[in-house]
């Protein structure tokens, strides 16, 4: 099957800085797109930044100059440095991928989630 490990969160000072990780692992054919998202307590999750295997890039507008989103496409990881980071960023981080695995006969594309962890933003 398919992991995704996450590392990097914890607590920081507003106007700190904090790297996040993430690797897939597993039987994997191909990534498409991987992200990440936050789910701050009762909110939705919502995106954060995206990248795809050519390297196009999304980012939501409240992180926009701030945070950016890279990847490792040898080694299946996608890299999240966040800077100037605000009070309103604490949250629980996690990581996406788009990817494709093989079958037994064929393969199938499919999103894959990590487990999630806690970025803190205070004084």
């Known amino acids: 099957q398919v992991q995704l490990v996450e590392s990097g969160g914890g607590l920081v000072q507003p106007g700190g800085s904090l790297r996040l990780s993430c690797a897939a692992s597993?039987?994997?054919?191909?990534?498409?797109?991987m992200g990440w998202y936050r789910q701050a307590p009762g909110t939705q999750r919502e995106l954060v930044a995206t990248?795809?295997?050519?390297?196009?890039?999304n980012y939501a507008d409240s992180v926009k100059g701030r945070f950016t989103i890279s990847r490792d496409n040898a080694k299946n990881t996608v890299f999240l440095q966040m800077n100037s980071l605000k009070p309103e960023d604490t949250a629980v981080y996690y990581c996406?991928?788009?990817?494709?695995?093989?079958?037994?006969?064929?393969?199938?594309?499919?999103?894959?989630w990590g487990q999630g962890t806690q970025v803190t933003v205070s004084s």
């Open positions: 996406n991928a788009d990817l494709t695995r093989p079958l037994v006969y064929g393969s199938i594309r499919s999103d894959y």
């Open positions: 597993g039987s994997i054919f191909s990534i498409n797109a």
């Open positions: 990248i795809t295997s050519g390297g196009r890039t």
